[in-house]
T-cell receptor, first 111, second 112 residues
Framework: GENVEQHPSTLSVQEGDSAVIKCTYSDSASNYFPWYKQELGKRPQLIIDIRSNVGEKKDQRIAVTLNKTAKHFSLHITETQPEDSAVYFC??????????FGAGTTVTVRA | NAGVTQTPKFQVLKTGQSMTLQCAQDMNHNSMYWYRQDPGMGLRLIYYSASEGTTDKGEVPNGYNVSRLNKREFSLRLESAAPSQTSVYFCATLPTIIYGYTFGSGTRLTVV
């Protein structure tokens, strides 16, 4: 099955700085890569996703890049704010209706 | 429009007890999933149902059973709870892969 590795496991950034989280996947057939944000005690929520036919996607302060050749994808958060503090999960799917998740990155934005 | 509703929100069980976690959705989604979330391990798929009447094992199915009662409801049963099943359980639904999952609010289960 698909194996998704996520790094780093924790990330502390100064407010206003950028944060980058990286994920690698094992199955070259994977074609859908969503990112979820989970605030403390709440459910994961989809924040952005990218498909294998796209190299980059942006939505305001967040962006995701995909390198199919290297089988890795990254989440970039610019101008970080305190409300960006959360656990972020990457995931991958072959389009078979199952998502495989990374272990998560705890992001702390310092004021 | 409640989305995905899980019950109960919290539960404490003794080792060997049984219980059923309930999940119901009102979004008319075909696919439903049960995940468990443990610290440092992300979300791991227990069972899923791609459509009404079908269920399949995920990554960590041992110790669990599921029932897709109808299109709306997908339940997860622990027949004989073990401390290793202490976790947060999330139900999720999916219309198509295009939009990603919608998660329920979770059930925090402790087995003592």
């Amino acid at each position: 099955g698909e194996n998704v590795e996520q790094h780093p496991s924790t990330l502390s950034v100064q407010e206003g700085d950028s944060a980058v989280i990286k994920c690698t996947y094992s199955d070259s057939a994977s074609n859908y890569f969503p990112w979820y944000k989970q605030e403390l005690g709440k459910r994961p929520q989809l924040i952005i996703d990218i498909r294998s036919n796209v190299g980059e996607k942006k939505d305001q302060r967040i962006a995701v890049t995909l390198n199919k050749t290297a089988k890795h994808f990254s989440l970039h958060i610019t101008e970080t704010q305190p409300e960006d503090s959360a656990v972020y999960f990457c995931a991958a799917s072959r389009g078979d209706y199952k998502l495989s998740f990374g272990a998560g990155t705890t992001v702390t934005v310092r004021a | 429009n409640a989305g995905v509703t899980q019950t109960p929100k919290f539960q404490v069980l003794k080792t060997g007890q049984s219980m059923t976690l309930q999940c119901a959705q009102d979004m008319n989604h075909n696919s439903m999933y049960w995940y468990r979330q443990d610290p440092g391990m992300g979300l791991r798929l227990i069972y899923y149902s791609a459509s009404e009447g079908t269920t399949d094992k995920g990554e960590v199915p041992n110790g669990y059973n599921v029932s897709r009662l109808n299109k709306r409801e997908f339940s997860l049963r622990l027949e004989s709870a073990a401390p290793s099943q202490t976790s947060v359980y999330f139900c999720a639904t999916l219309p198509t892969i295009i939009y990603g999952y919608t998660f329920g609010s979770g059930t925090r289960l402790t087995v003592v």
